[in-house]
């Protein structure tokens, strides 16, 4: 049998099943990465900065199709209204609430436009709620930013009672509440200028995305290499029986020739 088994005819067919199966099985991992990759996020065209009042209105949603959309704003910063908003990274996409609890501070300052609107702005991120980098600044400021929809009051998973002038989300329905005196504007702007001044820490926000979806066609694909690898192996054990079969009656073929001949 294992004459059979190494013949020329047979070494030559393992080696084309062997080159098949790692051909097919990298075309297939191919195809399963392009998959993979196909339902990542793509970066959306990034336009130049657009007045906020273009895109956060009062009494309206900001919706996610702009996030994440840059704006600008020119107006007054109220410093007696500033808040912290509690249990938070230097990262708009990152966990906050109990998930973060003790990590540091989101500052957030009301910027008076002058049409008397009011528009939510993360300036930045601080340690500890006393850091003397959270002093709000005075007289008239230009803000440039990426517009963020309004937190949902459930986004985070509370850690109690906050002390008085934090807040665990920035919520425009809890927002109207805290700052009564003037109409505000939906979602917030996380400000990516002018800097934070010295000891805080800018928060990052990514620019927007398109929403896109899995590309099936691939797997289908990646599947159809792997099924014809395994249809290579099935064939290749057929025929190798069947050689090994033949080997077998062949070398029985003699004995009983010189049986009979005695």
Do not use: C
């Amino acid at each position: 049998m294992l004459r059979t088994l190494f013949s020329p005819r047979l070494v030559g067919l393992h080696l084309l099943v062997i080159g098949v199966l790692v051909s097919f099985t990298f075309l297939g991992r191919w195809q399963l990465g392009v998959f993979e990759a196909s339902g990542a996020p793509k970066l959306a065209p990034d336009p130049a900065p657009i007045a906020v009042s273009d895109l956060a209105k009062v009494g309206s949603h900001v919706t996610g199709d702009v996030a994440g959309r840059r704006v600008t704003a020119t107006g007054t910063y109220e410093a007696g209204s500033q808040l912290l908003v509690a249990d938070r990274l230097p990262d708009v996409s990152a966990p906050g609430g109990r998930a973060a609890r003790g990590a540091g501070f989101w500052l957030l300052t009301p910027l008076r436009l002058a049409d008397g609107t009011i528009v939510s702005v993360i300036r930045g991120w601080v340690p500890s709620a006393q850091d003397p980098a959270a002093a709000v600044p005075s007289g008239p400021v230009t803000v440039t930013g990426r517009l963020r929809p309004s937190e949902q009051t459930d986004a985070v998973e509370r850690s109690g009672q906050l002390p008085g002038g934090q807040v665990a989300t920035v919520s425009t329905a809890e927002l109207i509440n805290v700052w009564p005196n003037a109409p505000l504007r939906d979602g917030f702007v996380v400000a990516t200028a002018p800097t934070p001044p010295p000891g805080a820490t800018a928060v990052a926000v990514p620019p927007p995305t398109l929403g896109v979806g899995f590309n099936w066609r691939n797997l289908a694909y990646a599947a159809q290499w792997w099924i014809f690898a395994l249809f290579a192996v099935f064939m290749w054990f057929h025929f190798v029986r069947d050689a090994v079969r033949g080997g077998r009656g062949e070398e029985r073929r003699p004995a009983a020739v010189a049986e009979a001949g005695s």
